[in-house]
């Protein structure tokens, strides 16, 4: 059961986010700030409901805040600044 996938300050890190990433359904904290991530942040990250924290500050993320993100009740955390993700919350 992960609860914490902390990569951040990795800057090696790239290409898109995994859609397996999305299935690790008991993550509460999930950190990839600082990498070279790019493409955008998938309407799957609905499916983290127990996320309390996300950040990806600092990557090269396109797109728009996906409105599934608002299925995580419990985020209290979310950290986007230095990317052009784009929209509401």
Not at 17 to 28: F, G
Not at 39 to 62: A, C, K, M, W, Y
């Amino acid at each position: 059961m992960l609860e914490l996938l902390a990569l951040s300050g990795n800057g090696g890190l790239n290409g898109t986010l995994p859609s397996s990433l999305y299935e690790l359904s008991n993550l509460r904290m999930l950190y990839l700030d600082g990498n070279d991530f790019s493409g955008s942040i998938s309407q799957e990250v609905g499916q983290l409901i127990l996320l309390q924290q996300f950040t990806i500050s600092d990557n090269p993320i396109t797109g728009v805040i996906p409105s599934t993100l608002g299925l995580c009740k419990e985020l209290e955390l979310l950290l986007i600044d230095n990317t052009d993700i784009q929209g509401t919350i």
